[in-house]
């Protein structure tokens, strides 16, 4: 039971790459959220997908995309990256509601040059 | 003003102390908040919840909310050297089943031995 999954660990992008994180689940969870962590402010939610087949947008959702490809996999989409996205990007799951206990990933470090 | 609010500190404080980490909210019609623990370059994890005013011990952790001053807190007793990390205070806004989690941007713990 490996929990919340996530890869790449780090990667570095040029400005204008494109590329998209991947994250899955082994718990059998209906939600799924992606964050992003920078210094001073916390996580913030990017999109989040509160079952199967249906996605939503969260606070800072601008120059990503995200696709909830079956219950386990829930994956998020850089198009165009851009310097304002070095960040740490955490997925985590919850079992179906967000007040729920939320687990999450080890997270992926990104740097944009 | 931001709608989960935390002193990003860092709070030091002896080993064996009572470590006290607090939180304000904005939103009056938020009813769920919770406490996060991160360990340095690690991910978020769940230790405490709380929905009713007053108290909510678990072990070492107790967590406090008074709804009518809008504010959280986290005591932790006897704090140990493995308490040092970074606690995130969180609450949900809108509905617990399309609701979503907004993070404080965390207070850091420093336990000196």
């Known amino acids: 039971n490996a929990g919340v999954t996530q890869t790449p660990k780090f990667q570095v992008l040029k400005t204008g790459q494109s590329m998209t994180l991947q994250c899955a689940q082994d718990m059998n969870h209906n939600s799924m959220y992606w964050y992003r962590q920078d210094p001073g402010m916390g996580l913030r939610l990017i999109y989040y997908?509160?079952?199967?087949?249906?996605?939503d947008k969260g606070e800072v959702p601008n120059g990503y995309n995200v696709s909830r490809l079956n219950k386990r996999e829930f994956s998020l989409r850089l198009e165009s990256a851009a310097p304002s996205q070095t960040s740490v990007y955490f997925c985590a799951s919850s079992e179906d509601r967000v007040e729920e206990t939320q687990y999450f990933g080890p997270g992926t470090r990104l740097l944009v040059l | 003003q931001k709608e989960v609010e935390q002193n990003s500190g860092p709070l030091s404080v002896p080993e064996g102390a009572i470590a006290s980490l607090n939180c304000t909210y904005s939103?009056?019609?938020?009813?769920?908040f919770f406490w996060y623990r991160q360990y340095s370059g690690k991910s978020p994890e769940l230790i405490m919840s709380i929905y009713s005013n007053g108290d909510k011990e678990d072990g070492r952790f107790t967590a406090q909310l008074n709804k009518a001053s809008q504010y959280v807190s986290l005591l932790i007793r006897d704090s140990q050297p493995s308490d040092s990390a970074t606690y995130l205070c969180?609450?949900?806004?809108?509905?617990?089943?399309?609701?979503?989690?907004?993070f404080g941007q965390g207070t850091t713990l420093q336990v000196k031995p």
């Open positions: 969180a609450s949900i806004r809108g509905s617990s089943n399309t609701g979503k989690l907004i």
């Open positions: 997908s509160a079952s199967e087949g249906t996605t």
């Open positions: 939103d009056r019609g938020s009813q769920s």
